[in-house]
């Protein structure tokens, strides 16, 4: 007969007779894939602060052992992202061992997903977000969010690089060609504005002022229109190419204008600068699965090691996160 405590969560039988819990193993998930804290400054404090003599490896193997519990849920998420009215989206360079990858980051308003590939195409936003995808893809200017694979998608392309890009003409170019730069920067700017006082608005005039940003819009970008200043000529010329895709936070519900990834994707160049990236396809996956349950708890307002306790600790089918269903973003008039 062996008696066993509800936490514990192997018999730690064998050569090792050890067990350590789930909060710390939790809490060692946490500080390596959320915080970006290495295992060996981790196993370091176990040591210091709690006298438990953890090795680097070990919670490497515990890590590993616990992506692998947690796998359901991460399915899950990836099928409840696809249902969100708007997505963000975006991508960072990884390495697993010695090749080249990519972290691509997907979140919502209360889901985060992340997926490591080694490849930066459409094909890794198909996979995640599904052939049938009726949400708004809200990302940067990157081809592969514009390939034709995705050509029926509503999209929304995220205003803050426009606005950084346009900032930094104004500032540097002079007589003339600084009048570009300032006049569009306004345009969006009042469009920022508009989206804001979306509910204090009468409906009326909400879309007169939209139709109003859209043709001076138009007018600054005009394929006719000469430009002096090569840069002026660059910006309309990819203005004109996403024209389609820059007011669409103002014909779609629950849209914004700027994208939520990059700060997503925060976390991940932590990870990179601090502890490297992965060395195995194994550990790439572990950091995927675990990353995204512990930037969704959070986004819920859920305690990320408690939420990470429970996967450790339940005995049939785990409780997943509350998913976001939300209804399809309204089509564009």
């Known amino acids: 007969m062996r008696s066993r405590h509800p936490e514990q969560v192997s018999e730690a039988t064998g050569a090792a007779g050890v067990c350590v819990g789930p909060r710390a193993k939790a809490l060692a998930a946490d500080m390596k894939h959320?915080?970006?804290?290495?295992?060996?400054?981790?196993?370091?404090?176990?040591?210091?602060?709690?006298?438990?003599?953890?090795?680097?490896?070990?919670?490497?193997?515990?890590?590993?052992?616990?992506?692998?519990?947690?796998?359901?849920v991460y399915r899950e998420l990836v099928e409840a992202i696809r249902c969100c009215t708007a997505v963000n989206a975006d991508e960072t360079g990884w390495r697993i061992g010695v090749l080249a990858a990519w972290l691509w980051a997907f979140t919502s308003r209360t889901i985060t997903v992340y997926a490591?590939?080694?490849?930066?195409?459409?094909?890794?936003?198909?996979?995640?977000?599904?052939?049938?995808?009726?949400?708004?893809?809200?990302?940067?200017?990157?081809?592969?969010?514009?390939h034709r694979a995705l050509a029926e998608?509503?999209?929304?392309?995220?205003?803050?690089h426009f606005l950084n890009e346009l900032s930094n003409l104004s500032r540097e170019k002079k007589r003339r060609a600084v009048r570009f730069p300032r006049e569009l920067l306004l345009v969006l700017r009042e469009a920022l504005k508009l989206g804001k006082e979306r509910a204090t608005v009468d409906r009326d005039g909400f879309e007169v002022r939209r139709r109003g940003l859209e043709e001076r819009l138009d007018a600054?970008?005009?394929?006719?229109?000469?430009?002096?200043?090569?840069?002026?000529?660059?910006?309309?010329?990819?203005?004109?190419?996403?024209?389609?895709?820059?007011?669409?936070?103002?014909?779609?519900?629950?849209?914004?204008?700027?994208?939520?990834?990059?700060?997503?994707?925060?976390?991940?160049?932590?990870?990179?600068?601090?502890?490297?990236?992965?060395?195995?396809?194994?550990?790439?996956?572990?950091?995927?699965?675990?990353?995204?349950?512990?930037?969704?708890?959070?986004?819920?307002?859920?305690?990320?090691v408690n939420y990470l306790v429970e996967v450790l600790t339940a005995k049939g089918k785990?409780?997943?996160?509350?998913?976001?269903?939300s209804s399809p973003a309204a089509q564009p008039a």
Do not use: M
């Not at 490591?116 to 081809?143: A, Y």
């Not at 998608?153 to 803050?160: E, M, P, S, V, Y």
């Open 34 to 72: 959320r915080l970006g804290i290495p295992y060996r400054k981790t196993a370091d404090l176990f040591q210091t602060a709690f006298g438990l003599e953890v090795t680097a490896g070990g919670l490497c193997q515990a890590n590993e052992r616990l992506a692998g519990r947690a796998e359901p």
């Open 116 to 146: 490591i590939d080694d490849r930066r195409s459409h094909e890794v936003v198909v996979e995640i977000l599904g052939e049938e995808f009726r949400g708004v893809l809200i990302s940067d200017c990157f081809t592969a969010y514009d």
């Open 153 to 160: 998608w509503l999209k929304q392309k995220c205003f803050a």
């Open 220 to 304: 600054l970008i005009a394929e006719g229109r000469r430009f002096s200043d090569p840069d002026n000529a660059r910006l309309a010329k990819r203005l004109r190419k996403q024209r389609e895709h820059l007011f669409t936070f103002l014909e779609a519900e629950g849209v914004e204008a700027e994208s939520k990834a990059e700060r997503a994707l925060r976390p991940a160049v932590v990870v990179r600068k601090t502890g490297g990236c992965n060395r195995t396809p194994r550990g790439a996956r572990t950091h995927a699965v675990l990353a995204s349950l512990l930037a969704t708890a959070k986004q819920q307002g859920r305690d990320p």
């Open 318 to 325: 785990l409780l997943p996160l509350p998913l976001e269903r």
